[in-house]
Every structure is written in structure tokens, then in C-alpha cells.
T-cell receptor, first 111, second 111 residues
């Protein structure tokens, strides 16, 4: 069974700072990896999807990378804004289509 | 417009009662998932289905049941055997290698 770990559990930064969120997984036989954002009491919003054959994906100020050999993915957020405050979750999809999540990183961006 | 609809948004269950949470999608997605989220924690996989009339247990299936009679619908029943059902329940779906999308969740409370 795939185990997914996210570090740090919580992060607080001043506005404008660049930051990196980490996601590690135990089984390199992944199908793809997806990063989500969750606001309190809400569902999940998809941010980026990286297929197992890809190394990274970019969308606006967000960049996600994938290193299957080391079992790691990172989400880079450039020039953080207070509106980026949320919980960020990574999800690994295995080859049998199961999709498992890390516990998330709770991000606070202070004005 | 297309999306995933979960209903109801809030649900109250008495001790010993079975309740059914609805998840409907009009995205023509083959795969559907149910997750449970407890306060301050990540998502835990309950059940998932890759095609109609087929589904697999996730990590915490005990006390839950599902059906997949139609492609669009994947209802989750929380049975009386689930001793601690109070949680936030999330449904997701995707097609093939594409990104997964989530509904807005159902908050279940035992009264």
C-alpha cells in the first residue's frame, strides 16, 4: 500500500516569499501525482497533475516537480499572497487506480 | 454545467441508523472514489470504482458499503456497524489518466 507523507505539516510565511512544499511516497510504481488545494470546510481544488513520465508541470506561480527514483514531489509557490493561505494536499495514483493522499501542509501567508 | 454533486451538504444520523450519501457526476468519468476526512487530517480512502458494477475496498471500508449501478452515480451507505461515523465525506472522479475532481463534501454528524 502506498504511503504518502507531507512535510511540513504547517508553514507560515510573510507575503511575497517563495516557498516549497514537500511530498514523499514509498512506492515508485505510480501512475501520476496530483496537487490539490483545500479551503476550510470545502472540497478539493485541483492545482497540477504530473504524469509518471513527466518531470514537472507549471501553472502561473505554481510549479510541481516529480522524481520517481527518490520518491519525492515538490510544489513551488512563487511570490506568495494571502489568498494562497489554504491546506495543500498531494495524491498519488497507483497502477491499480487507487489514489492516496498525504495529510497535507497548512499554509498561512501573512500580509 | 459539468461537475460532481454531493448531497446533502449536512447530514445528521441517529445511533444505529444507516444513512446514504449521494455522489453524482456528469463528466462521463469512469473512476469514482469515496474518502473520509477527520478534523486536521488528510483523506482516507473508503471505496473506489473503476467501472460500472465493480468496486474495490480502500483502507477503511469496514462499516461502509457502496454500489455502482450507473456510471454517473456512486452512493455511499454508512451502516450502523461504523462506530465513529462523524466526519467530512468527499467524493471524487476522473477519466483515464486525467486529473481528478472533487465534490464539495457532505458533513455527517451522529446525534
Amino acid at each position: 500500500k502506498q504511503e504518502v507523507t507531507q512535510i511540513p505539516a504547517a508553514l507560515s510565511v510573510p507575503e511575497g516569499e517563495n516557498l516549497v512544499l514537500n511530498c514523499s511516497f514509498t512506492d515508485s510504481a505510480i501512475y501520476n501525482l496530483q496537487w490539490f488545494r483545500q479551503d476550510p470546510g470545502k472540497g478539493l481544488t485541483s492545482l497540477l497533475l504530473i504524469q509518471s513520465s513527466q518531470r514537472e508541470q507549471t501553472s502561473g506561480r505554481l510549479n510541481a516537480s516529480l522524481d520517481k527514483s527518490s520518491g519525492r514531489s515538490t510544489l513551488y509557490i512563487a511570490a506568495s499572497q494571502p489568498g494562497d493561505s489554504a491546506t495543500y494536499l498531494c495524491a498519488m495514483r497507483g497502477n491499480n487506480n487507487d489514489m492516496r493522499f498525504g495529510a497535507g501542509t497548512r499554509l498561512t501567508v501573512k500580509p | 454545467d459539468g461537475g460532481i454533486t454531493q448531497s446533502p451538504k449536512y447530514l445528521f444520523r441517529k445511533e444505529g441508523q444507516n444513512v446514504t450519501l449521494s455522489c453524482e457526476q456528469n463528466l462521463n468519468h469512469d473512476a469514482m472514489y469515496w474518502y473520509r476526512q477527520d478534523p486536521g487530517q488528510g483523506l482516507r480512502l473508503i471505496y473506489y470504482s473503476q467501472i460500472v458494477n465493480d468496486f474495490q475496498k480502500g483502507d477503511i471500508a469496514e462499516g461502509y458499503s457502496v454500489s455502482r449501478e450507473k456510471k454517473e452515480s456512486f452512493p455511499l451507505t454508512v451502516t450502523s456497524a461504523q462506530k465513529n461515523p462523524t466526519a467530512f465525506y468527499l467524493c471524487a472522479s476522473h477519466r483515464d489518466r486525467t486529473e481528478a475532481f472533487f465534490g464539495q463534501g457532505t458533513r455527517l454528524t451522529v446525534v
